[in-house]
């Protein structure tokens, strides 16, 4: 396959959002709280409406609804408090970037300082200020399975130990913004995202318009990565809010320094873990608390908790289970879904402990897990029969590329080499915590000249999906794929078939594309028979040709939607998802014990897959999810000091490059197709989840040390060699 996409974004052809061109078109600042928390008293934007070039200054009593309409998510802006530092609270619209920024500079707001809370321990403390009303307890779930007390009481060992998480960058190349066009009455809106149709919802609720007044249309994206979610949400509602009161286009590109202050970050999770084990290795018992900090406001918390706690068990046969999963509201800037959605974190911490626990049994960590993995009919902590279970299967190739293999040399003397394993299970597309169901629709336009067009809501950010909906097309109808064309993402005429999340995209999307193409089989079929024809004996074009002579109805609609899923959300047990992926990871590092400096030399992430549609698409996302969990193990970390974020740009927020990127091995298998028509199952996701318990397993093993708490950065793994000393 070739990316249909590919030319022109390595041409520069490609339009993002800031090449977008209309004439008249208002460039939108946003003024923001520099506190980590303050009452607003007053805002005076006199000197700023003075201003060159200025046309209008918004504050929130100029928008007319809430962004979702949620009391404690994030407003499109602060009205009487803002609750973090960079919290947007007035807008200046002016004829270019510069005339807006200057005037932004010019609006004078007046601040009464308030008490602020910046981590969980301050939050919750008893005389904590409130971040919003009602405490700040945000969001928890508690999962019960058997009896822990009984299962302590009849274990060997009680084995208890301490991680957590830090808070990272989305990190996506292309920052955010969009462009908002007034017209038809309503809005045309275009920005990159990854739901589409949430965003068109968020604006319609905002501005209290209708949503087909909305027109939303997705240019090229410059990756996402979890972000150009929430963030999006909120600036196309801005830029709309500034676009219908001044009857002009307005537009906005955030500058990286603007992303860093103001755009939502990962949860940062702290997690005690708590087993009772046999000493022959099994486990008996399992207790585990997390606690996340949601950040200011609301958004995915509530989700993102939900599936840390289906998952924090792992894919293990535990009898007696709890698990408990906190969200807390503090003055920082507010969290939201990053790649991974809470599993990279609780993965972390999870599987950080099953090595933990097999050294201390001594036991070899790859026969630990095969002790205690779940299989077909195991019953998970929730209380879920799970059916194809491939953990085993991941594991067997786990060890066959990669525990067969030696440790390697050290490069020059005085390096140290260590290696790590891990094996991880998260549950596929949204579950039910989305609490609806699950469902995508795709249309397909047949062209008398046998081409066809695929209207599909799937949001193209990178991950190749328009490319797998294609292939689908062309593979189940035996077209050329040359002759499949993907209809750009315009809201008037695509579909809605939910976001592109949870690596629900090919599932959802392609199953639809699937049905699809089987409801205009069915026509052509017909069409070929009444012609006295056989449409098995007729290529697809010549069968085209039949259909385009003797039927108007040259179109395939097809919905696809994941089987429901019984959840008791106030027990917190069912079936959390429909599907489970599963993965296992291999890595061997080199330290330099003098610097604390690690390399990964050797990493080999496995990955359950199903169906593959696009064998090298797969491994793309594979090596891509490797290199977001590789920053997460070893090097980001987005600091924030008494509410105030620490660093503002890439100069000092290190990320992975090409050269770290080394030994990469991307090994997708097929045990088994997934559960649905195409027998396909996510990758997106997973990719990152279970590449840092390895890493840092591998580097403990390295160096004699252990570290609970990530990143292993230089300082850590110094201070952490001192300690042992």
Same mark, same amino acid.
């Given at each position: ?30 003024? @923001? ?14 000197? *700023? ?13 100029d928008i007319p609804g809430n962004l979702l309409a949620g009391s404690k998510d994030k407003p499109v802006l602060a009205a009487k408090e803002a609750k973090h530092a960079g919290d947007g609270v007035a807008l200046v619209a002016a004829e270019t970037r510069a005339k807006a920024e200057a005037a932004a500079k010019l609006v004078r707001v007046k601040y009464k300082r308030m008490k602020s809370v910046h981590t969980v321990t301050e939050a919750l403390a008893t005389e904590a200020p409130a971040v919003h009303e009602g405490g700040n307890l945000a969001f928890s779930h508690i999962i019960k399975k058997g009896d822990t007390d009984a299962g302590f009481a ?87 809010? /500034? ?24 949860? !940062? ?7 009772? %084990? ?29 599936? *840390? ?25 507010? $969290? ?11 993965? #972390? ?31 998970? =902590? ?10 085993? *299967? ?16 050290? $490069? ?17 597309? @949204? ?8 469902? $995508? ?17 799937? =949001? ?66 017909? /069409? ?31 919905? #696809? ?38 390399? %990964? ?26 290199? +977001? ?15 105030? !974020? =620490? ?13 770290? +990127? ?5 090994? !997708?298998?097929?045990? @088994?197709?997934?559960?649905? !028509? ?10 990152? /989840? ?17 570290? @609970? ?17």
């Amino acid at each position: 396959m070739v990316r249909t996409d590919a030319f022109l974004k390595v041409t520069g052809q490609a339009k993002y959002v800031d090449d977008l061109r209309v004439p008249g078109t208002l460039y939108v600042q946003t003024v @923001r709280c520099p506190y980590p928390r303050a009452e607003i008293l007053g805002i005076d934007a006199k000197k *700023a409406l003075s201003a060159s070039g200025v046309v209008c200054v918004l504050t929130a009593k100029d928008i007319p609804g809430n962004l979702l309409a949620g009391s404690k998510d994030k407003p499109v802006l602060a009205a009487k408090e803002a609750k973090h530092a960079g919290d947007g609270v007035a807008l200046v619209a002016a004829e270019t970037r510069a005339k807006a920024e200057a005037a932004a500079k010019l609006v004078r707001v007046k601040y009464k300082r308030m008490k602020s809370v910046h981590t969980v321990t301050e939050a919750l403390a008893t005389e904590a200020p409130a971040v919003h009303e009602g405490g700040n307890l945000a969001f928890s779930h508690i999962i019960k399975k058997g009896d822990t007390d009984a299962g302590f009481a009849g274990s060997d060992r009680i084995i208890e130990r301490e991680y957590s998480t830090q808070r990272v960058m989305h990190g996506a190349l292309e920052p955010d913004g969009a462009l908002a066009v007034p017209e038809n009455g309503g809005l045309t809106v275009y920005c990159p995202g990854k739901a589409p149709f949430v965003t068109r919802k968020a604006i319609a609720i905002s501005l209290g318009l209708r949503e087909s007044d909305v027109r939303l249309i997705q240019p090229a994206t410059g990756g996402a990565f979890g972000g150009k979610l929430a963030d999006i949400n909120l600036i196309a509602s801005r830029l709309g809010a /500034a676009a219908l009161i001044t009857g002009r286009p307005c537009k906005t590109t955030w500058s990286r320094e603007e992303v860093f202050l103001e755009g939502s970050k990962r949860h !940062p999770f702290a997690f005690k873990y708590k087993a009772g %084990v046999m000493d022959d290795g099994t486990i008996n018992a399992l207790c585990v608390s997390g606690y996340a900090d949601a950040g200011a406001y609301a958004s995915v918390s509530k989700a993102v908790i939900w599936r *840390a706690a289906v998952e924090a068990a792992g894919p293990y046969d535990i009898p007696n289970v709890r698990i408990e999963m906190h969200a807390v509201y503090t003055n920082n800037v507010y $969290s939201d879904g990053v790649r991974g959605f809470g599993s990279p974190q609780v993965d #972390f911490a999870s599987e950080s402990f099953m090595n933990e626990i097999a050294e201390v049994l001594g036991i070899p960590p790859l026969e630990f897990r095969r002790k205690n993995i779940l299989r077909d009919g195991g019953i998970s =902590a929730t209380g879920q029969m799970l059916e194809e279970v491939n953990a085993g *299967a991941c594991l067997e190739k786990l060890e066959e590329v990669f525990c067969s293999l030696e440790k390697p040399v050290p $490069s020059s003397p005085g390096k140290l080499t260590g290696r790590g394993i891990s094996c991880i299970f998260r549950g596929e597309a @949204r579950g039910s915590a989305g609490g609806d169901r699950d469902g $995508s629709a795709v249309h397909l336009n047949l062209c008398r000249d046998g081409s066809i067009n695929v209207f599909c809501g799937i =949001a193209e950010m990178g991950q190749g999906g328009y490319d797998a909906v294609s292939k689908i097309v062309s593979d189940t109808l035996g077209a050329p794929q040359e002759d499949v064309r993907m209809s750009a993402f315009d809201s008037d005429y695509v579909p809605d078939g939910g976001p592109t999340t949870g690596s629900r995209g090919t599932i959802t999307f392609g199953n639809a594309a699937y049905m699809a193409c089987l409801d205009l089989v069915g026509k052509m079929r017909k /069409a070929s028979s009444e012609a006295g024809l056989s449409y098995d004996d007729m290529s697809f074009s010549e069968a085209a040709g039949v259909l385009g002579a003797r039927s108007a109805d040259l179109a395939g609609r097809g919905y #696809f939607e994941l089987p429901e899923t019984a959840w008791d959300f106030e027990n917190c047990r069912g079936n959390a998802y429909a599907s489970y992926n599963y993965a296992a990871c291999g890595a061997d590092v080199e330290v330099d014990p003098k610097s604390g400096e690690v390399k %990964v030399t050797r990493l080999a992430a496995i990955h359950d897959l199903g169906r593959i549609i696009n064998c090298e698409e797969v491994k793309g996302q594979i090596v891509g999810g490797a290199s +977001m969990a590789l920053g997460l193990s070893i090097m980001e970390d987005f600091p924030i000091i008494d509410g105030i !974020p =620490a660093v503002r740009n890439f100069d000092r927020y290190r990320m992975p490059n090409a050269g770290d +990127m080394r030994g990469i091995m991307a090994i !997708p298998i097929t045990p @088994r197709s997934g559960s649905n !028509p195409l027998g396909v199952k996510g990758i997106g996701e997973p990719s990152s /989840a279970a590449v840092a318990p390895a890493i840092i397993s591998a580097v403990n093993d390295a160096l004699g040390i252990k570290i @609970r708490d990530l990143p292993a950065t230089p300082e850590k793994t110094l201070a952490a060699m001192e300690a042992r000393k």
